[in-house]
């Protein structure tokens, strides 16, 4: 017959967006019922936009933080108009982004 043999395949790096490269990365409390303080720090000065998506992948909230310096920052985070339910906090930078997850309870 017509036999399709495949060797020699190699992956090495996956496709998709690089890490933001964060000295730490943390949403307090968290699960929240009100508000939460998401607290990260830089290694270098970087342009920061923050994103929070619900589980069907929408985007439900968003904050451009701006130009930040290097060092620890924190942002609020408001879940009082959000439903119970698993998010999805991103920052993006033009290096990277960094995810972490966020869990809301009414």
């Given at each position: 017959?017509?036999?399709?043999?495949?060797?020699?395949?190699?992956?090495?790096?996956?496709?998709?967006?690089?890490?933001?490269?964060?000295?730490?990365?943390?949403?307090?409390?968290?699960?929240?019922r009100?508000?939460?303080?998401?607290?990260?720090?830089?290694?270098?000065?970087?342009?920061?936009?923050?994103?929070?998506?619900?589980?069907?992948?929408?985007?439900?909230?968003?904050?451009?933080?701006?130009?930040?310096?290097?060092?620890?920052?924190?942002?609020?985070?408001?879940?009082?108009?959000?439903?119970?339910?698993?998010?999805?906090?991103?920052?993006?930078?033009?290096?990277?982004v960094?995810?972490?997850?966020w869990?809301?309870?009414?």
């Open positions: 017959g017509n036999n399709l043999y495949v060797d020699n395949i190699n992956v090495s790096t996956l496709v998709g967006v690089k890490e933001l490269e964060l000295s730490s990365f943390t949403l307090r409390p968290n699960p929240t009100d508000v939460t303080q998401v607290r990260f720090g830089l290694d270098k000065p970087e342009s920061i936009q923050l994103m929070v998506f619900n589980a069907q992948g929408m985007m439900v909230q968003s904050k451009n933080l701006g130009d930040l310096t290097s060092g620890e920052h924190t942002v609020s985070l408001e879940a009082n108009s959000l439903p119970s339910g698993s998010y999805r906090v991103m920052l993006q930078g033009k290096d990277g960094a995810n972490a997850q869990v809301v309870i009414k």
